[in-house]
């Protein structure tokens, strides 16, 4: 595997279920961030971690709850979604010092909630 | 907070001419990075090209370049010789310079869909 990778690709789930989503990065980079893009808004930033302590959290709902248990592996914890959380998640890791360090995406996770 | 609009929607050029999708941004900062990234049909995020504020010369990346007005925040983004290939949603993006180092998130804007005609 190269690059950010993401699993599962597609998600259905209910209201009432717990599903987790998966973000993997074979870059050695130190920092990874969760994304939100739905149809009607533009990306949303969700979560940064940086050297695996969360350094950011943009005042997401508690449904969601991240992990990162390492500098390569990324979670988002799903319980008691709601349907308008249905979306496009991408996770996205850098460097966590350098010139510019980019950011690189992973392919994302599409989420349906019925 | 820091903002970035991009006005057009929708854009369509032929294919080998050239286009230009407009972006500006608001921010207080003097020092940042502006980035164009582009998502085809498989949401893959793709980073098109960079631009650090700091430099007045506009970066280019082959058929790509970018007109950087840092006084207008005006930072727009020249596709040349147009492919089909390049049919995707365009993203402008900024991000702060941490200067304690550290990551910092992209703002994104909405993004415009840019359609390439045979």
């Known amino acids: 595997e190269t690059g950010v990778t993401q699993t599962p690709r597609h998600l259905v789930m209910g209201m009432t279920n717990k599903k987790s989503l998966k973000c993997e990065q074979h870059?050695?980079?130190?920092?990874m961030y969760w994304y939100k893009q739905s149809a009607k808004k533009p990306l949303e930033l969700m979560f940064v971690?940086?050297?695996?302590?969360?350094?950011e959290n943009n005042s997401v709902p508690s449904r969601f709850s991240p992990e990162c248990p390492n500098s390569s592996h990324l979670f988002l914890h799903l319980h008691t979604l709601q349907p308008e959380d249905s979306a496009l998640y991408l996770c996205?890791?850098?460097?966590?010092?350098?010139?510019?360090?980019?950011?690189?995406f992973g392919p994302g996770t599409r989420l349906t909630v019925t | 907070a820091q903002t970035v609009t991009q006005s057009q929607p929708e854009m369509s050029v032929q294919e080998a001419e050239t286009v230009t999708l407009s972006c500006t941004y608001d921010?207080?900062?003097?020092?940042?990075?502006l980035f164009w990234y582009k998502q085809p049909p498989s949401r893959q995020m793709i980073l098109v090209i960079r631009?650090?504020?700091?430099?007045?010369q506009n970066a280019t990346e082959n058929r790509f370049s970018v007109n950087f007005q840092k006084a207008a925040k005006s930072f727009s983004l020249k596709i040349s010789d147009s492919q089909l290939g390049d049919a995707a949603m365009y993203f402008c993006?900024?991000?702060?310079?941490?200067?304690?180092?550290?990551?910092?998130?992209?703002?994104f804007g909405k993004g415009t869909h840019l359609i390439i005609q045979p």
């Open positions: 996205a890791s850098s460097q966590y010092r350098g010139p510019v360090y980019e950011q690189y």
């Open positions: 870059l050695g980079h130190n920092a």
């Open positions: 971690y940086s050297l695996e302590e969360r350094v």
């Open positions: 921010t207080s900062e003097s020092d940042y990075y």
């Open positions: 631009q650090e504020a700091y430099k007045q």
């Open positions: 993006a900024y991000r702060r310079v941490n200067s304690g180092g550290g990551a910092d998130g992209l703002t």
